[in-house]
Nanobody, 120 residues
Framework: QVQLVESGGGLVQAGGSMTLSCTAS??????MGWFRHAPGKEREFLAA????????YYADSVKGRFTISRDNAYNTVYLQMNTLKPEDTAVYFC???????????????WGQGTQVTVSS
């Protein structure tokens, strides 16, 4: 059974940092990504990367503040988030698929999400 499990969410003050982790079980994936869903907004792409790390994509809203990385030995992808803002408050999801990473929601597997709250 394939599962993606996120961890690392919580409450942080504006300007602070946080790292999210997502571990996949059941199989490995060539492409993994991060999305978020804030109340009243559509789900938003944040970052994605390939197995090798050669290909990485970032949304403009997080470029320069967020960094995606992965440890293939542990089948885990990370999202390092710096200089957090109150508008970063959302439920954060990891996603995985075969093939190349995408900026769209065309991922086959999704985690359950982890809440990130940034206080002002």
């Amino acid at each position: 059974q394939v599962q993606l499990v996120e961890s690392g969410g919580g409450l942080v003050q504006a300007g602070g940092s946080m790292t999210l982790s997502c571990t996949a079980s059941g199989r490995t994936f060539s492409a993994m990504g991060w999305f978020r869903h804030a109340p009243g907004k559509e789900r938003e792409f944040l970052a994605a990367m390939s197995w090798t790390g050669f290909t990485k994509y970032y949304a403009d809203s997080v470029k320069g503040r967020f960094t995606i990385s992965r440890d293939n030995a542990y089948n885990t992808v990370y999202l390092q988030m710096n200089t957090l803002k109150p508008e970063d408050t959302a439920v954060y999801f990891c996603a995985a698929k075969s093939g190349v990473p995408e900026r769209t929601e065309k991922y086959d597997y999704w985690g359950q999400g982890t809440q990130v709250t940034v206080s002002s």
